[in-house]
């Protein structure tokens, strides 16, 4: 949670976009919301240990290329579903600062998606490496 706080503080500077700014300055921002959301979230980083182990695995066992399409979309799917998570917590915790039972229903549901996912790429990893090891 420091990390957060530093990346939202003084620390950062806020800059207006301009309509000429390189375009890098798009990536630029792009994966400074990635990093903060790895140093800020926990599941995160469980996330990331899990597509690091698969692809272990996936070296591992040899897996087909059409597998490697598969894993590569299920960390996608999984990934970008946290971080669209992130987000939107963040930004109920500014709208909302308070106890608000909406504010925790809108966490809740986008919480619930990430698990989803998480779930079936879990289900859909054990389909395909499963019979590498049996």
């Not at 990635?34 to 996936?58: P, T, Y």
């Not at 986008?110 to 779930?119: C, E, K, T």
């Amino acid at each position: 949670m420091v990390f957060i706080k530093e990346y939202l503080g003084e620390k950062r500077k806020m800059e207006k976009k301009k309509v000429n700014d390189p375009l890098y300055k798009s990536f630029q921002h792009a994966f400074d919301g990635i990093i903060a959301a790895i140093g800020a979230e926990r599941n995160m980083l469980i996330h990331i240990g899990v597509m690091c182990l698969v692809i272990v695995c996936g070296f591992i066992f040899d897996i087909t290329v059409t597998e490697w399409v598969v894993c590569f979309a299920m960390f996608g799917l999984v990934i970008s579903s946290e971080l669209i998570n992130t987000a939107i917590e963040m930004a109920i915790d500014i709208c909302s600062p308070g106890l608000n039972p909406k504010a925790k229903f809108c966490k809740d549901v986008s919480a619930g998606a990430v698990l989803f996912n998480a779930v079936i790429s879990v289900i859909v990893g054990l389909i395909i490496f499963i019979p590498y090891i049996l």
